[in-house]
């Protein structure tokens, strides 16, 4: 551009919905457009092609994720994986799933869907495949990234690059986090093992076998239904969960003990099961990016101090973020930014709409009123104390969840709302009906799951959307509707 060096920026994942996300936002930016446009944009990828965790990995599939002890699966999906919410809400802006999708569809489905979303606004020009970051520095005699990743698949080359910004998008689904349950470093042996839900695909390896399904959460919950087509007895622990002998499923309390020498499991309210073979932990995932100074996950990092100095990592959030999104410590917002750290919120479209504030961000650093940022921050933080009983864990865990209906913190359609008023994007506001989809979701996918095994579920949504969303939304009110009249 005239002799004006190109402002380059630099995605980290570039082949999930979050790095696809933010390559949608920034090559609209006139800032990207024709030859002369003063950004460019490059995003590198670690996998071979789009899709990230809706991708199955191919047998033998390896990928070295720089800040990992252990290689894992590039991907926690299991073949029976049905989209947690309906895909019209699912959907990135403007860009629906295709119509007479299944309402929850499969992985595979929501793969075709990214991909054909990549196509559509002609991402892949801008990624750089099988291509992982390794380490980043921040270089401040000239102000740029330094970037080392490598290329390759059998053969690894080294890459190096340097940036003007920086855009984490390499996913939260990926390094198993293991609770320190006492005896849990001994309990492997003969006849016993545990492993994490990243690497279950299929309840055939556990045919015949006593197994527990440790944890909460959908994924626990999906896990344990299957395991009852092959295994022997299934037991399911959850915090709180009072012990029920009955039913396909046995409930458990909290698991607080593993004694593998008499072979026990022993949970919160003093009961114990012994026999159990194998131990499947749903019990979620631990942030890790490639190397770089001041992101060094620290467990201990400093919890009760509501700004510390520095940016830090704990595992479980990283802190101090204006928005979830920019360092308010060590970086210029101008100059890094993370999409998709949020949780328990509908995610593509929100990954578009944080995308949106860092293109604004990344021209007009100026924009952030630091104060009234770390003022919101200083407040979320109270209310997380508060709730925290004194568990300073807690708040590191809760500080990235979106938890709906919780009056006290603030809502992901809020959430949304603000980052476009950041961004001054108009046209993609939040509809009405997103939140009162989300809050039916449980029961419209309970609902959906009796209507797909009664073989009815096809008939439902032949021909729905081919006018738009609004057939969808009708057909979700309708779903909600039929489950009302069942029970
Ligand atoms: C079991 C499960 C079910 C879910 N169900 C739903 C659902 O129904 N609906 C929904 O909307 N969301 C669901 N989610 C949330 C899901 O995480 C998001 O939908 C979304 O796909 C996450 O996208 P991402 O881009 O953040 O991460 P990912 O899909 O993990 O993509 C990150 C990408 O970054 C790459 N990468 C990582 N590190 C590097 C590196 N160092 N260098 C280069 N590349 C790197 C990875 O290879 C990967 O391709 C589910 C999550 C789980 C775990």
Known sequence: MNGVPKKRIAVIGGGGAAGLAALRV?????????????WEIHAFEARKDIGGMWMNEDPGESVVYSGYDDPVPPTPLYNSLTTMGPHPIMAFHDFLFPPSTSLFPPASHVLDYLRAYADHFDLRRHIRFLTS????????????WELIAVEGDKDKRPVKGLYDAMIFANGSYRKPRLPSIPGIGEWEGTGRKFTHAVSYREPSPFRGLNVLVVGAGPTGMDISNELTQTARVVYRSAPGASRTDEGAILMRGRVIALHPEDNR??????????GIEHIIFATGYTFSFPSMEGLVPDAN??????????????TSHIYPLARHIFPLRDYSPRTLAFVGLPTLLVPF???????QAIATIFLNGDKLD????????SERYNILHKQ???KLSYIAEQWHRFRHGDPELEDQFEYRRELLALAGKKGWEVQSWEAQVW??????????????????????????????????VELMHKVVQHAKQQH
């Open 439 to 472: 809050g039916d979701t449980p029961v419209m996918r309970k609902e959906w799951a009796k209507l797909v095994k009664s073989g009815v579920s096809e008939d439902w949504v032949r021909g729905v959307g081919e006018k738009g969303v609004g057939e969808w």
């Open 26 to 38: 920034f090559v609209d930016r006139p800032e990207l457009k024709g030859p002369n446009a003063p």
């Open 349 to 355: 479209p929100t990954f578009e709409d944080q995308s």
């Open 370 to 377: 630091r104060a009234a940022e770390e003022a919101k921050i």
């Open 301 to 314: 990092a400093p919890l009760d101090c509501p700004l510390p100095d520095h940016l830090f990592s704990s």
């Open 133 to 144: 970051v390794e380490s980043l520095r921040w270089n401040t005699e000239i102000s740029k």
């Open 265 to 274: 499991v022993d949970y919160e309210d003093g009961t114990s099961d012994t």
């Open 388 to 390: 925290s009983k004194s």
